[in-house]
């Protein structure tokens, strides 16, 4: 199934210009970038395409190329993982705010505490999310859950913000993730 994209720019916090694509209709579903990405050759890449093609169906898919890569600014000053990790952070602080603000209802402060210390470990959140897919659902440019697993089929972190609690987006994060999943294992 082809599919139509719009490529845009946004500028990051350190000026790098980032390339932006976007396909299908609906809520935004944002993914976190990968190593290498180019959002053009997504749409005929072997491992890509199916997840565009999922995604496309039921959310505004948006992908961005990380800096160096594709169509975004490949003469930069910061290609490290603390520029990388900027964006990581509003995940981190989305796993934080849910572990904080819904825990408690379930766990004592001290599980809640030892479970998202804050301020949040980045060291251990770099490390631990390196090998890992992830998918962000945004609303007005915020995150506002996330879900990030292992091909193989593990889901290590599906986490939404109090804010956007009991609404559907663990349930549709959790579906897609499954479907995309399914998909890599069993190309079409």
Not at 144 to 151: I, N, Q, T
Request: aromatic share 10%; proline share 4%.
């Amino acid at each position: 199934m082809s599919h139509k994209q719009n490529i845009r720019f946004c500028t990051s916090k350190d000026g790098v210009r980032l390339a932006v694509a976007s396909t299908g209709n609906g809520p935004p579903l944002v993914r976190v970038f990968n190593w290498l990405t180019d959002v053009e050759k997504d749409l005929t890449s072997v491992v890509d395409r199916h997840w565009i093609s999922e995604l496309s169906r039921d959310y505004g898919y948006v992908r961005y190329d990380s800096r160096g890569c594709g169509y975004s600014d490949r003469n930069i000053e910061r290609m490290s993982l603390d520029a990388w990790v900027e964006d990581l952070e509003a995940v981190v602080a989305v796993f934080t705010a849910s572990i904080h603000g819904l825990g408690p209802a379930r766990y004592s402060k001290e599980q809640c505490a030892a479970w998202a210390p804050q301020p949040p470990d980045m060291a251990r959140w770099r490390k631990g999310v390196q090998h890992l897919q992830a998918y962000v659902a945004a609303e007005d440019a915020q995150v506002v859950g996330f879900c990030s697993f292992e091909l193989s089929g593990h889901i290590e972190h599906l986490y939404v913000a109090p804010t956007h609690a009991r609404r559907g987006v663990a349930s549709e994060l959790y579906c897609n993730s499954a479907q995309l999943k399914r998909n890599i294992r069993r190309p079409k």
